[in-house]
């Protein structure tokens, strides 16, 4: 690559974008660039800066915040009186600078710089499946390279492709990208630089396969990517198999993240892309029943929030026990004092999500038995499809194919596990499916998107309250848990919007829910840096909560790791508020009032946490192992 290092006139830093917080406290810089006159805050980029009057640099490798490294040397801009060419993303601007942005020579820096890229990168676009969305194939067009001057050199490194997330090294340009949100997001460090000089390549840490690493699937690494060199495990052909198959019974459900985002990449509006107009679609492609997992979320907040409650009430008459009182038959005792006893120091921890869950047995396994032993809504729609709806069919639980999909790679592990199968060996769903490979699918079956209705969701399975829904965004699911855990202990509704203190995109909330007088102490993270710090405050004694909520991903499931990609830009906050908007405008607002639920009860579970439910709805977490455990 070409040598253009970062001259004393601008020292690498962090940038300040003009507008942000802090900015206005700051002197201002006034400079040129590209004609225009440009005055910025100090201690602002030059690519910052840039943008700020209309001009867009080309990066590759810059992560705001998290990779600002300039390694890629794309960004290369001219600054008069410097001799050599300088990052634009990691620079600083000064009084008086005077940039370009485009010179000749800063062109063919950057055209020389993506050639030799390329020249280290497996170019088949046509069969890639970034293809159309790829970084490093629109500056190449930008830059009008039809050809490489250099010798095609790649890895050709192997790789496990059963594993939920593949890498193709021969299409990876060592941007970094992943081993820094890896790090600095996650907190897992799974990625790392192997080998030296022409031969640098990435990989895993220590070289492991990685099915023998700690990597929990969270799939964070591949929307980070500027490139196809990590993906998602390929399931459509799997899902288009069961679909000719004419013995299969062929059903699909869509979680609640799901509908904020499918849309994306098929250019309809956040407006026009309803879940009715995606269950048309499915159908086109060839789906029979089209479902929403917002129902098994219900049902999760039923069996989980009566599981909480259950762990309370013990929590509460073992505290009472050693002070050598009672707890009253019959009293809907949440507990003496919410934390009270035992449970103190180790609360009920979700386990909706998991990508947590493996983060948990692989880092922290001393909190294995905090987790909910209730299944996610995923495994728990899998479940009852194949007992109770196979009974409403009349049809062999074997002909159902379970599809679901999911806004997250993680789901394509979870519903391989072991503990995700019936007493038969059935596993409770057999194709967990990222948004990308759903939208991949409707455009393989040739759907006229123009031409979509709004179709109802098949029922008893389709229908989700706005506690459901909510399940996407941080902080919902503890939202929707403490309105029924409310009900559950009063027996009356509280305000649906009585406690929103969860809400929000702070990586790590905490707050107290009034339960008929009984204070209840949570907390929510997202992201598993956040998480970390949270677990490391409950071990040493920092902090005591009795319901914990987690999600892996940044911004809970509407950012997971199998959301459409835009790359450089998060969406998260933007696609949760959708959430939350359909949560209020929904004519349900409770879990404990869905009719399809209750239904489900009467007519099959019986009640939370009846017999039945436990052994179709809960799960043994230490039914599995991931490979820290197995090395103990």
Sequence with gaps: MVENETNALAAPARGMAAGSPGAADAPMVHLVIDDREACVPAHTTILDAAKAVGI??????YLRDLNELGSCRVCVVEVEGCDQLVAACNNYVLDGMVVHTNSPKAREARRTNVQLLLSQHDSQCTSCVRSGNCS?????????????????HLPHEGWDLE???IRDNDKCIK????????????????????NRATHTAVGTQGRKPIAKTDCVACGQCITHCPTGALRERDDTEAVFDAIADPEKIVLVQVAPAVRTSWGEELGLSREDAT??????????????????TDFSADLTIMEEGSELLERLRKGGAAADAEDGASVAD???????????????????????CPGWVRFVKARYPEFTDCLSTSKSPQQMFGAIAKSYYAQVLGVEPERLFVVSVMPCTAKKAECALPSMRNADGVADVDVALTVREMVRMIRASHVNIATLTEDPLDTPLGFGTGAGVIFG???GVMEAAVRSAYYLVTGENPDPDFFHAVRGQQGWKEAVADIAGTPVRVAVAHGLTQAACLLDAIRDGRVSYDFVEVMACPGGCVGGGGQPIHDGRELAAERGEVLWGLDAGAAVRFSHENPSVQACYREYLGEPLSPLAE??????????????????
């Design 330 to 352: 019959g009293a809907p005792a949440v507990g003496r004092a919410a934390g009270a006893g035992p449970a103190r120091d180790r609360p009920m921890f979700t386990s909706c």
């Design 175 to 194: 941007c970094m990208r992943c081993i820094e949100v890896c790090e600095r997001v996650q907190g897992l460090g799974i990625w790392d630089l192997t």
């Design 473 to 475: 965004a941080t902080g």
């Design 136 to 152: 490093l194939q629109a500056l190449s067009n930008d830059l009008g390279i039809y050809y490489l001057p250099y010798r095609k």
């Design 163 to 165: 594993f939920p997330i």
């Design 615 to 632: 052994d179709l709805l809960h799960t043994d977490h230490h039914a599995w192992r991931m490979p820290a455990e197995e090395d103990c």
């Design 56 to 61: 867009e640099i080309p990066t590759l490798c």
């Design 275 to 292: 879940v009715e107009r995606l269950a048309c679609a499915l159908r086109r492609v060839g789906f029979e029943y089209v479902f929403d």
